[in-house]
Structure formats: C-alpha cells, structure tokens
C-alpha cells in the first residue's frame, strides 16, 4: 500500500474512533478532542490527516471546529443520531474495505463482485440458522481508555455480545454491581491502611459471595500539568500555593480517593486548595481543563495526559479489576474477554494508548467470602 493509501486508511480510523466514543458517551456535549498535535503522534500520520478526519465528523454534525479554538463534541447523540452513526460507520467500514482491496491491485468491478458473491453466502447460512440480537454486558465503574475502547470493539471481540458503559467512578459502580445493576465493574480504590487495591471494598460490600478480581492492567498516575510545567507541580505540597488551580475528579473516584487519602497523609486541607471542589467525571475531561488552561494540574491517567499533549509527572503505579460474580465469570463472553486481555492484540492496544503495564493483564484473583 503507498503512502497516499495509508493516510486515507487512518482517515476513516480516526473518524470512526472519535464517532464511537462520540457514541458510547466517552466524548459528552463540550468535550474537547485532543488537541491535532496530539492525534498525530497517536495516530503516527499527518495534520492534514487528522484535519480531514475532523472535517468529516463536522460535516455529520457531532462537532463544532473554528480557527484557533478546541475541536468540541457540539450534541449528545440521540437515537435517531446513534441509527446515522451505525450507517456511517457501515459506510466507512466498506470505504476501508475497498481502499484495501483497491490499493491490492484489484478492480472495482472485481471487488463488486466479490462482495456480491460473499453477500449471497452469507444469506444463504443465515436463513438456515435463526438469528438472535446482540447480548448485551451492563458495565458500571471507574473511567478508563482501555475499556471504552473495548466498549466501542466488544462486537468483535466478542461475536454477538455488546457492552454498556457507565462511567461513575468506582465505588459508585461496585454500588451499582452490588445492587446487581451492572455484570462488571471496573475498579481501583486503594485501600490506604493495607496498600491493597479493590479488596478490602468488595469484602465490605459483598462480604457473602465470591468474587473474581480480572486485572484489565495497572496504569501510571500523577500529575497531569501544561507543557513544560510552567507552575512547577512536583509534590502535593505544590497544590496549596494560591497560584495553582486544581482540576479534581468526583467523589467515589477512585482517583479522588487517592487524593483524598495522599492530602491526609501530608496534613493538607482539601478545603485550602483552590479549585478542590471543581469537578469532572473522567480522566478525559480533567485533562481538557488543563490543556485549555482552566486549570494548572489534576491527578489521572498518563494516557489522557497523552492523548492531550500534557507533561505527567509520575506519582503511583495502580491496579485497575474488572470486577465479576462467580456466575458471571463463568459465561463464555467473559471467558473470552479474559483470554483476549493476554493476547498481543491488547498489549498493542495499551501500548498504543501510553501509561500502561499488561504483564498481569487477564490476571484472575478470587476475593473469598468472610
């Protein structure tokens, strides 16, 4: 495939990742896209690439781009939306297809046929065998890159099955799964007093069950700060100077948590730091704040400082579970999904993404009942 091809492919790549988490509500109304810059490292293309790519997504609605300003998300998407968005994604899924075939060697009219072919097999073993609508996972948990970019795959991941993000922060989503609201959790609160991650909630919560801890990863946290750090952010000590304005995440976080739990260790009053009580959902979002100059730092994920072109300034290494009942853990989607978090496929995934260990991804550890 030539240069030119490839550029094209990655333009209906990056489209269709920025449309899905448009779609599974990673990106809400007002969020920030990273910044140009920012996507082409990620994307290892060129701003040009990016650009048409951008211009795509402002032709279908669901952003807003002007001169000098942030690319932003301009609507949530409604259901008559999300029904364009799975068109345009079918749309952009056989652009890709005939890009390949074409840069390939073949011809249009050989492609046609071939898919006229296949089409025609493909509904003859269909109407032979009944057809069932997708199953559907109802996730509830901690925000996380990884997992919506699961969310946005778990078709192909995982034939026949969907998964339904809530982003809500861990403790509020282990509620929810206790409440037996949601399948999977996700989850990383530290537990102060034994310096473990997850267990000691889930004894509390669910103390008469067991449970299956699946490590999706750990993830390098810190300080999120602008480039080059002009307010040289270094300690948590550094957050009560008057002239740096934090960006904190929600209560139930485990990011807060985290926070929270650093702040009383050092004999910080929350109530001192400016900006302690301005609040964002996702790792995302707080690192938006800070690349639009809201803010000076806030605490999250060394991806999301990535993917907004943010200096991080390291601070732990943390566990993140997808956290499953027993009978759960036994269905094969998540058998599944568990083997999948081993493959290679996943690590690149990360790797890709920044900030992430996968040596113990896919990683089973059982909390037992009390």
């Not at 701003?47 to 795509?56: C, D, H, L, M, P």
């Not at 996730?139 to 078709?155: E, K, M, N, P, R």
Request: proline share 4%.
């Amino acid at each position: 495939m030539n240069y030119r091809a490839n550029e094209d492919y990655l333009y209906l790549q990056i489209a269709d990742s920025i449309r899905r988490d448009i779609e599974n509500g990673t990106l809400k109304r007002g969020a920030a896209l990273p910044p140009i810059r920012s996507l082409t490292s990620i994307w290892h293309c060129t701003i040009g690439t990016v650009q048409r790519a951008i211009q795509e997504l402002a032709n279908e609605g669901l952003v807003s781009t002007h001169v000098g300003q942030r690319t932003r998300v301009i609507a949530p998407v409604s259901a008559e939306q999300k029904d364009t968005l799975r068109r345009a994604n079918l749309i952009h899924r056989a652009e890709t297809f005939l890009l390949d075939v074409m840069t390939s060697g073949y011809e249009a009219g050989e492609a046609e046929d071939a898919f006229r072919i296949a089409l025609n097999r493909w509904q003859a073993v269909s109407q032979a065998q009944p057809r069932t609508g997708l199953k559907t996972l109802r996730f509830a948990g901690s925000h996380d890159l990884a997992v919506a970019w699961i969310a946005t795959h778990f078709g192909e991941i995982i034939p026949g099955y969907q998964l339904h993000l809530e982003f809500t922060g861990s403790l509020s989503g282990l509620h929810s799964f206790a409440e037996g609201k949601a399948d999977i959790s996700g989850s990383h609160l530290w537990d102060a007093q034994t310096g473990e991650y997850n267990v000691p909630t889930i004894h509390s919560l669910l103390p008469n069950e067991p449970i299956a801890l699946i490590t999706l990863a750990h993830r390098q946290v810190g300080f999120m700060v602008q480039p080059g750090n002009p307010k040289s952010v270094t300690r948590f000590e550094d957050l009560v100077r008057s002239d740096v304005r934090l960006i904190n995440r929600n209560p139930g976080s485990g990011t807060r948590v985290y926070l929270d739990a650093r702040l009383h260790e050092v004999g910080i009053d929350p109530g001192t730091l400016r900006g302690y009580a301005v609040e964002r959902m996702t790792h995302s979002e707080v690192a938006a704040e800070i690349a639009e100059g809201h803010a000076d730092v806030g605490i999250g994920l060394e991806a999301a400082a990535k993917a907004y072109g943010l200096d991080f300034i390291f601070l732990t290494r943390e566990r993140y579970d997808l956290v499953v009942r027993q009978r759960t853990f036994q269905l094969p989607a998540i058998q599944a999904l568990t083997a999948w978090l081993k493959a290679d496929a996943f690590h690149q995934l990360l790797h890709q993404l920044g900030g992430y260990d996968a040596q113990e991804s896919g990683i089973i550890r059982w909390v037992s009942p009390e």
